[in-house]
């Protein structure tokens, strides 16, 4: 079969991995593609689609960590038969000899007694079989493979995919410098749409940092593809990339407007901040239509007369003690200062989050990373609607 067939074949089982508390986001993003028929899994979404698809995915999607192309799902009794099953993929199908490759995933059955064991049995599955048709042997590079295999086993159920990405999705290639806790782009993208804005309202961070949330926002109101910097995919290392289809899809896209309709604007405390704030939104071309200035929340004024808040502020890993006491100022400063706006805030302290005093009309779990996180929602109205404003 030529690159140029197979990179036509529909019907691909495609999963986009994500985020947990992000699938339902995941899922609406792919709406908006234009996908219709989407099944929400653990962390994860599936599709059915083409190699086209799974270019463009790739490029455009905000919301994934990755994407998987199934080359296959069976069942197994005991250790022995995974390698055996695996030995019938087509390996050297799928990658030449002299890229590097590895096999990653997750294993949840009581068949293995050593959960690194199925890993292994892939692995040698794949270096044999090109043993076997006398090739070369591909070399195994655990830290940055070129070609990446999922390996998914729950009980007898086994799902092994190609992992189309290579590096997480999160990587967009467009930070040129990031604080000491910058938030995950992914996460940032999937926040911005669980808190509903329309694109269209004022948008402000008055956490703001290196500027992800900024720029999230930016690009989704442009509609800029999510890796528009990004050089490099896993896919460009299989044997049936398509480079006339990828050159296709990059050149013609996306275009770039004169205006952007929406007012967007960020401050952070720190001025070392702002300026790796103020590189990352240039070297995306957003310096001109996003602000953003060297205040503290409690010395900005509103930026707009309503709008949308959507922050991330310190946690407290940092601060110690000092953290309530900046949200008890958040609060006030919610309160009395941004009446007209709507306020998503995320945060893995909880006991820091009640001393913002205002009753949330919103709770979402979810992940910033490895921390547990609540995802709040508080409607900030003017002081003539008291009731509405009432403590937690």
Request: overall charge negative; hydrophobic content about 40%; glycine content about 6%.
């Amino acid at each position: 079969m030529s690159a140029k067939d197979s990179t036509n074949i529909s019907e691909l089982t495609i999963t986009l991995k994500t985020f947990f508390g992000f699938e339902e986001v995941l899922k609406e993003e792919l709406e908006e593609m234009g996908y219709t028929q989407i099944e929400i899994l653990n962390r994860a979404v599936q599709i059915k689609g083409t190699w086209a698809d799974v270019y463009s995915l790739n490029y455009t999607c905000r919301c994934a960590i990755s994407v998987l192309v199934q080359l296959a799902s069976f069942r197994i009794e005991k250790e022995e038969d995974l390698y055996k099953k695996a030995s019938k993929i087509d390996w050297t199908e799928l990658f030449d000899a002299d890229k590097t490759f590895a096999v990653k995933g997750a294993i949840f059955s009581t068949i293995f007694r050593h959960s690194q064991y199925p890993f292994l049995l892939v692995k040698d599955a794949i270096v044999d079989q090109f043993r076997e048709k006398g090739m070369d042997r591909p070399n195994v590079q655990v830290k940055a493979p070129q070609v990446m295999f999922d390996l998914y086993i729950r009980e007898k159920e086994v799902v092994i995919s190609l992992n189309t990405s290579g590096a997480p999705l999160f990587h967009r290639g467009y930070r040129e410098s990031v604080g000491d806790a910058p938030l995950n782009e992914v996460v940032a993208a999937g926040l911005i749409r669980m808190s509903g804005w329309d694109r269209k309202t004022p948008f402000y961070d008055p956490f703001c940092g290196s500027g992800t949330l900024l720029i999230e926002a930016a690009m989704l109101a442009l509609d800029m593809p999510a890796a528009i910097e990004r050089t490099h995919f896993a896919f460009k290392n299989f044997r049936n990339f398509d480079h006339q289809l990828w050159t296709d899809l990059t050149e013609n896209t996306w275009t770039r407007p004169n205006t952007m309709e929406v007012e967007i604007a960020g401050s952070d405390s720190s001025a070392d901040m702002m300026m790796k704030a103020k590189r990352n939104l240039r070297g995306l071309g957003l310096a001109r239509w996003v602000e953003v200035k060297p205040d503290a929340f409690l010395e900005s004024k509103k930026p707009f007369e309503n709008g949308m808040i959507v922050t991330n502020p310190p946690y407290g890993e940092r601060m110690g003690v000092e953290v309530e006491e900046l949200y008890d100022e958040l609060g006030t400063w919610l309160k009395h200062s941004m009446t007209g706006f709507t306020a998503w805030i995320i945060s893995s302290n909880d006991e820091a989050l009640k001393k913002i005093g205002l009753k949330p009309s919103k709770k979402i779990k979810v992940f910033n990373g490895d921390l547990e996180c609540s995802f709040r929602k508080f409607d900030l109205f003017d002081g003539s609607k008291k009731d509405q404003v009432t403590m937690d």
